[in-house]
């Protein structure tokens, strides 16, 4: 059993508990990545993160818990959670306005519901985002550096990745870093009930073996 599990996260929480209409979906699609965006997104982020109802339950549907809560299932099915006691948890987002938001919301969950479950310090890259190639590029070495110290005290047996939440780039990034490092990732795809489990054996053959659960 892994003593970390990293998730990425993105910015779907908001889509849960039909808390914002479509056309206010459009307008946080248009400004997804911006770190200023106009009075009237920042108003309705404002407004929706402190919506009564990402403090309830609902927000354990959103990718990164849904996969988290399988992957318990799998390793200790007893448990009746979505953690898994003695693990250290970490969350990844960017430093763009929605995602400082949604870090937000997932803090004051867990803040009110699992104070008690381990967390590391939000890592909160600086221009992750795609609007910009050379910006995109400055991150992920960024992002390198941060999870090259983050992990750099486990066993590679010891860390898993789950690689849900968050832009699909990057997620596809964390799964070459975590090939290169030969930490274990887990992905659901969206509306899936199974997990796909890959845990990379070096040496050895390419693509990594999948397990569905």
């Given at each position: ?5 990293v ?5 779907t929480?908001?889509?849960?508990s ?7 979906r459009?307008?946080?699609g ?7 965006p ?7 982020l ?47 987002g ?6 400082k ?11 009110a ?24 590029d400055t ?6 550096h ?11 047996e ?24 030969g930490f274990?990732t887990?992905?659901?795809f ?24």
């Amino acid at each position: 059993m892994p003593k970390l599990i990293v998730s990425t996260v993105g910015t779907t929480l908001f889509g849960i508990s039909d808390v914002m209409t479509q056309e206010e979906r459009t307008l946080l699609g248009r400004h997804a990545n911006d770190y200023n965006p106009p009075k009237v997104v920042r108003d309705l982020l404002d407004n929706v993160a402190n919506d009564a109802r990402y403090q309830s339950m609902s927000i354990l549907k959103t990718a990164e818990f849904d996969t988290l809560a399988l992957y318990r299932k799998k390793v200790q099915p007893d448990l009746a959670d979505w953690y898994l006691p003695g693990v250290r948890y970490g969350f990844i987002g960017t430093d763009t306005f929605p995602s400082k938001m949604v870090l937000s919301v997932f803090n004051r969950f867990l803040d009110a519901h699992y104070n008690s479950v381990n967390r590391c310090e939000d890592i909160v890259v600086r221009g992750l985002q795609v609007g910009s190639a050379i910006g995109l590029d400055t991150a992920l070495r960024e992002l390198y550096h941060l999870l090259d110290r983050l992990t750099g005290p486990y066993d590679r047996e010891d860390v898993l990745f789950n690689i849900s939440g968050g832009f699909k780039f990057v997620s596809g990034w964390m799964a070459a870093y975590a090939v290169h490092r030969g930490f274990a990732t887990m992905y659901t795809f969206e509306g899936s009930k199974e997990m796909i489990l890959t845990e990379p054996q070096f040496p050895g053959d390419f693509p990594p073996r999948l397990s569905y659960i």
